[in-house]
């Protein structure tokens, strides 16, 4: 990756439907990046919508959502689309696509998460179940945003998001009480 001259990377998020995780995902990176990270969502078939549920999450606790809409990757991959720096899949299925040949050549990586519009049960069930992806994913975007990506080569980067997954998969330590 050449570093971008304009202040902000350009980050994309997919998933399939473009209406839970990678929503998730670009509001989080707005949120989090704010300055240094420019967010953006698409779905391999998005739906259309929103999962309300996500929205609902993100209001509670803050997060901007005026701006988000469901998406289709083809978008970003068109001559007036950004150019991305980085190129996430959110969800199993999106990663297992043929993906399109991105402009720019950004950096790809995996962030395997469960789907929690898949969540059955009562509503608090299923909103626990939104809250805990909402934990995995702003941990992984806490990770990428605190990256020094201007002083690291481009070898250096793909480590290092390559490794984001899983540093923030593993088990966190809490001290006892």
Avoid: Y
């Amino acid at each position: 990756m050449t570093q971008p001259s304009r202040p902000q990377h350009h980050v994309l998020f997919v998933d399939t439907d473009n209406a839970g995780r990678s929503i998730l995902a670009e509001a989080l990176m707005c949120h989090w990046g704010a300055g240094r990270f420019r967010a953006f969502s698409a779905g391999t078939h998005p739906a259309g919508r929103l999962d309300p549920k996500c929205v609902s999450l993100l209001q509670q606790l803050g997060v901007p959502t005026a701006h988000l809409r469901s998406k289709n990757w083809t978008d970003f991959d068109q001559p007036n689309a950004p150019i991305m720096d980085f190129v996430f899949t959110v969800c199993d299925q999106a990663a297992q696509e043929a993906w399109p040949s991105w402009p720019g050549d950004p950096i790809t990586a995996h962030w395997s998460l469960p789907d929690p519009q898949q969540a059955t049960g009562s509503l608090a069930t299923q909103m626990a179940a939104h809250r805990e992806v909402f934990g995995m994913i702003e941990r992984r975007v806490k990770i990428l945003a605190s990256l020094r990506l201007r002083s690291l080569r481009s070898t250096e980067i793909q480590a290092a998001v390559g490794a984001i997954n899983g540093i923030a998969t593993e088990p966190r330590i809490t001290e006892a009480a």
